[in-house]
T-cell receptor, first 114, second 114 residues
Framework: AQSVSQHNHHVILSEAASLELGCNYS??????LFWYVQYPGQHLQLLLK??????LVKGIKGFEAEFIKSKFSFNLRKPSVQWSDTAEYFC????????????FGIGTKLQVIP | KAGVTQTPRYLIKTRGQQVTLSCSPI?????VSWYQQTPGQGLQFLFE???????NKGNFPGRFSGRQFSNSRSEMNVSTLELGDSALYLC?????????????FGEGSWLTVV
């Protein structure tokens, strides 16, 4: 069965600091990769997704993620965080043919201090 | 257009009772999936429906069931509630569940079992 590991459960950064959140998955076949964000009191929103092509994916609000197949990783990055980025971030994987059976990581709570 | 709508937003039930949660997908979306979100387990896939048929199921006991109607609206039911069923239940919809389609989440139904 697919599993997704997010290495940092709680990250605290100052504004303007750079962010990298780690994500590793276990399944070696064709996968579709996602990062979702959940702002306080709001629903899950898609930040970015990778299906194929350029392994460096750019999403909304200045976020990007790099798919490294050999490392089964899909790390999320942002060069300079803002207070408004305070949220919980979820890495997710959808196996080819898995319809909507998305496997999520446990989530990383990011707190940005002004 | 309206997003994924879930009702009720909050509810409190007693152990042993049953509960039904409702989800209206985005207009035109035919695939509906359900997830359970808890602090300790993160987001876990429950099941996915397309054209009134369950296509995929997660690792939950038979107390958790669902259905989809001809208008794509979906309900999930939990019978014989246990304290551990307290969670945020999220509904998500997409056009047809193809990995290429973005999955949109509702705000969720907060269930507390006492």
């Amino acid at each position: 069965a697919q599993s997704v590991s997010q290495h940092n459960h709680h990250v605290i950064l100052s504004e303007a600091a750079s962010l990298e959140l780690g994500c590793n998955y276990s399944y070696g076949g064709t996968v579709n990769l996602f990062w979702y964000v959940q702002y306080p009191g709001q629903h899950l929103q898609l930040l970015l997704k990778y299906f194929s092509g350029d392994p460096l994916v750019k999403g909304i609000k200045g976020f990007e993620a790099e798919f490294i197949k050999s490392k089964f990783s899909f790390n999320l990055r942002k060069p300079s965080v803002q207070w408004s980025d305070t949220a919980e971030y979820f890495c997710a994987v959808l196996n080819s043919g898995g319809y909507q059976k998305v496997t999520f990581g446990i989530g990383t709570k990011l707190q940005v201090i002004p | 257009k309206a997003g994924v709508t879930q009702t009720p937003r909050y509810l409190i039930k007693t152990r042993g009772q049953q509960v039904t949660l409702s989800c209206s997908p985005i207009s035109g979306h035919r695939s509906v999936s359900w997830y359970q979100q808890t602090p300790g387990q993160g987001l876990q896939f429950l099941f996915e429906y397309f054209s009134e048929t369950q296509r995929n199921k997660g690792n939950f006991p038979g107390r958790f069931s669902g259905r989809q109607f001809s208008n794509s609206r979906s309900e999930m039911n939990v019978s014989t509630l246990e304290l551990g069923d307290s969670a945020l239940y999220l509904c998500a919809s997409s056009l047809d569940g193809d990995p290429g389609n973005t999955i949109y989440f509702g705000e969720g139904s907060w269930l507390t079992v006492v």
